[in-house]
């Protein structure tokens, strides 16, 4: 006796069959399809999500300087952010959200120094 993968009624027919219908075919599939296709997206959300928490821990004076090394530890990815913002020296400012980092170096010391997002960076 063999059921149906998705609805798990008893199919009838060929013994190789595996639904007992189209719709139930179709979806099993899009069942399947979503859960991969959610998978990257949950992970960036997560990390991103993950990011603007420990910057905004970090951040509780809307300027400052931290060791990348601190950040990383607790789990940050500099390599996800939402978007970015460049200022009058070139300097390229990364954001998760509204708290952004621009990464410095400091004799052989990699630090970030980490901001908040300000109205004046609309205009540019």
Not at 8 to 35: L, V
Not at 53 to 73: D, P, W
Not at 94 to 112: A, Q, R, S
Request: proline share 1%; with cysteine; aromatic share 16%.
């Amino acid at each position: 006796m063999i059921k149906c993968l998705y609805c798990k009624s008893i199919i009838t027919g060929r013994k190789d069959k595996r639904f007992c219908n189209s719709y139930c075919k179709s979806a099993y599939h899009n069942i399947q399809n979503r859960e991969k296709e959610d998978t990257f997206f949950k992970k960036v959300d997560k990390q991103l999500k993950k990011n603007r928490k420990i910057l905004k821990g970090f951040n509780k004076a809307g300027l400052v300087t931290v060791r990348k090394e601190k950040l990383v530890k607790e789990g940050f990815d500099p390599k996800y952010f939402t978007h970015y913002w460049k200022n009058n020296k070139g300097q390229v400012y990364l954001f998760c959200y509204e708290y952004g980092f621009l990464e410095l170096k400091e004799n052989t010391k990699k630090k970030y120094l980490l901001v908040i997002w300000q109205s004046y960076m609309d205009t540019t």
